[in-house]
């Protein structure tokens, strides 16, 4: 087997000198919020790539357009919070939060600026190219203006509301980010009044995009957007009056939802009451088509209590995300990835007992590329068995139709003893796992929401099995959520194991999670917020140890964001000593590498590709023993202090090799979707050298059944 890139003998001894972090630059660290824009840069750059299938290049578009609905709601809006509380506290960058909102406008302008120069200019040309066409009103056939003015009638007018503004008619509270228009009226209606303006919501249960049938659009894929269907009939709302002009717009609300840990007494009820809320917090953006005037630009503003430095025009649709449904409906497969089909592991292909497989030995799966499968069969056949007595669970994203939480109320049902730890906090889901938590109550299972305060993000199943006599707890341990769709879309590791030790650390950890009681000593795991980051700061003091002793000392640290202070400081500490450090950091990272005196030894590089990479693995060179770890937890202060995480170790040498081979190396030599950091948080592509190394299309080709 290649083993990783050896380290070299002459090792470049730096003194660790007390203040050299404060010295080397004054600001050692790299401002979160700008950080996760240049990682939207980098799933921009996916959109732009001719290499990438063109329906899969209007899919990174879409993602980028989500990720940044997000970033508003909730970076953006955090960042308001505290200049409305006249705040001054900076993070580790050093930077007010006037000063980061002011940066963070000006980049998300630029990027959105780029990313609709891109749809127009290059992914909707290239589309109509291939017979996919969103026809634009002036280039309506009389048949097809016939059949659209058919199904506004038919299915849009009937369930609009439109509200005309004056003293009888304040502005309406808009939904957070529901399209809406803005009409400008001229002329009096049959009571006489003049109107000047009115609103008129698009309920969300119309379609943004509306499939014309083939016979009337001239090619294979036509279709039409809302907002152009409704700039073309909105006068049919206001009869009588003469409709000056139609705008599209979109507010972006404040989405982080409070709920006051001194005044809570039933989380799930709390929590019911905050929901509905989500969609009327304060405004954070206000988007407007680009042919919106500055007088009604001005107006809508004051109307969401915003000011001109939250105004995004767009040259064209408003709501880019609305886009996502439509590779879907067409059936091009040249024009998006090729599908496959995830492999199972062999000893599962010989025995049909998942029990008796993992009992012959410990199972790795890496998702994609391997099946999501074993997984569902451990909770079927828990659920059957009648050897099984209890099953625990921890529930942080699952999806609203899963086939596993089925397989857990049907255990319910047969008598067992489940138990789920389902954390109702979980950003965006909280009301599909309020409602998984609803029906298995209803069954009989044993619902908890964690310890208040902190979300249970790890990611756990152990079921106990009575053999011979005694009982033996199988248990599953992963980097991703137990959620089937996204199995097929994150990259992910998780460990299959009735490993005694590992097994009653995970016991120990649902002890805490469902009773009362100080947090017991663990064999394997290590634990957030008890022991994660002290052992994760040890071992890499260990490397560093090793450095100044002249030994070989290596780090490799694979993960979605690195933010945390005493890490990255340590981190410093290791690369002052000599230690080799690879990161390989999907999104945001807050360490600035290549800085001579302080970070030269450290490398980052984030991997952008047709997969989201999800998983986490630590490595330590630790004198030889290569010791690995997996985990839910990115090397976050939310992770380690605010969350219930566990980081659990490789302890198979066989598995262990699999995770370097599989998991590491091919990231390390990617040269296709490889970005490399610089000193500054820039990023720049690895050069496409020969032979191409893609680490995604690599494990592909050797992990999967086709």
């Given at each position: 087997m290649k083993t990783l890139p050896q380290l070299s003998d002459k090792k470049q001894k730096l003194m660790s000198v007390p203040g050299a972090i404060a010295s080397a630059t004054k600001r050692p660290f790299i401002n979160r919020e700008l950080s996760l824009l240049t990682f939207n840069r980098r799933v921009l750059a996916q959109a732009a790539d001719e290499n990438v299938p063109l329906l899969e290049r209007l899919r990174f578009l879409c993602i980028v357009s989500s990720n940044l609905d997000e970033f508003f709601e909730i970076r953006v809006a955090g960042l308001k919070e505290q200049i409305k509380l006249d705040s001054r506290i900076t993070d580790n960058d050093g930077l007010e939060p006037?000063?980061?909102l002011r940066r963070v406008a000006l980049q998300a302008q630029a990027l959105i600026a780029e990313q609709y120069a891109l749809l127009n200019d290059n992914i909707l040309p290239a589309l109509r190219k291939e017979g996919v066409v969103f026809f634009h009103r002036g280039e309506w056939t009389p048949e097809q203006q016939k059949w659209i003015h058919a199904f506004f009638v038919r299915e849009v007018m009937p369930v609009l509301t439109p509200i005309g503004l004056d003293p009888a008619h304040p502005f309406p509270r808009v939904l957070n980010k529901s399209l809406n228009f803005a009409i400008e009226l001229e002329g009096k209606d049959a009571f006489g009044r003049s109107g000047a303006a009115a609103i008129v919501q698009a309920p969300r249960s119309l379609p943004r995009v509306i499939r014309l049938p083939g016979e009337l659009s001239g090619v294979a894929h036509g279709f039409a957007f809302l907002s152009s269907i409704m700039h073309q009939h909105v006068n049919k709302l206001f009869a009588g009056m003469n409709v000056v002009g139609c705008y599209p717009f979109r507010a972006t609300r404040n989405s982080d939802l409070f709920v006051d840990d001194e005044e809570i007494k039933n989380l799930r009820i709390a929590l019911q009451g905050e929901l509905p809320q989500r969609h009327l917090g304060d405004a954070v953006r206000l988007e407007v088509a680009e042919s919106c005037p500055d007088v009604m630009a001005n107006f809508l503003l004051t109307q969401f209590g915003l000011g001109r430095e939250d105004l995004y025009r767009t040259p064209g649709i408003v709501n880019l995300v609305r886009l996502f449904s439509v590779p879907d409906q067409i059936d091009l497969p040249r024009l998006k990835y090729p599908q496959f089909v995830p492999a199972m592991p062999k000893v599962m292909t010989k025995r049909a007992d998942i029990f008796s497989c993992i009992r012959k030995q410990e199972i790795l799966l890496h998702h994609p590329f391997q099946s999501f499968t074993p997984v569902i069969n451990l909770l079927q056949q828990a659920a059957d068995d009648p050897d099984v007595v209890g099953i625990k669970m921890t529930v942080y994203?699952?999806?609203?139709?899963?086939?596993?939480?089925?397989?857990?109320?049907?255990?319910?049902?047969?008598?067992?003893?489940?138990?789920?730890?389902?954390e109702l906090m979980a950003r965006f889901d909280e009301e599909a796992n309020l409602d998984i938590a609803n029906r298995l109550e209803e069954v009989g299972a044993h619902v908890v929401y964690g310890v208040f305060g902190y979300k249970t993000h790890a990611k756990m199943v152990m079921v106990l099995r009575k053999e011979d006599g005694k009982f033996r707890r199988y248990v599953h341990l992963g980097t991703g959520n137990y959620h089937q769709r996204t199995t097929r879309l994150y990259t992910d590791f998780g460990l299959m194991t009735c490993n005694p030790d590992i097994g009653e650390d995970v016991n120990e950890v649902f002890k805490q999670l469902t009773g009362l009681g100080k947090a017991g000593a663990l064999h394997h795991?290590?634990?957030?917020?008890?022991s994660l980051q002290a052992n994760t700061l040890a071992a890499i003091h260990?490397?560093?140890a090793l450095a100044k002793a002249g030994k070989p000392a290596r780090i490799i640290a694979k993960m979605n964001a690195l933010l945390e202070r005493q890490v990255i400081e340590a981190l410093y500490e290791a690369s002052q000593a000599g230690v080799s450090i690879d990161l390989i950091i999907r999104g945001?990272?807050?360490?600035?590498?290549?800085?001579k005196g302080l970070s030269e030894n450290i490398r980052v590089r984030s991997i952008v590709g047709r997969f989201l990479e999800h998983s986490r693995i630590f490595y330590f060179h630790a004198d030889g023993n290569e010791n690995i770890y997996l985990s839910s937890a990115d090397w976050m202060e939310r992770n380690f202090f605010r969350r219930i995480e566990v980081a659990f170790p490789i302890l198979d040498p066989k598995l262990k090799r699999r995770v370097i081979k599989e998991g590491l190396q091919p990231y390390l030599a990617d040269n296709s979707n490889s970005w490399e950091m610089d000193s500054d948080g820039g990023y720049r592509l690895q050069a496409k050298r020969r032979p191409r190394n893609c680490a995604q299309e690599i494990l592909l080709a050797d992990l999967s059944s086709s």
């Open positions: 006037k000063e980061v994203r699952t999806g609203t139709d899963s086939v596993l939480m089925e397989h857990l109320l049907r255990a319910a049902q047969k008598g067992k003893e489940v138990t789920v730890v389902i795991l290590w634990q957030a917020p008890f260990a490397e560093t945001m990272c807050a360490l600035r590498p290549g800085i």
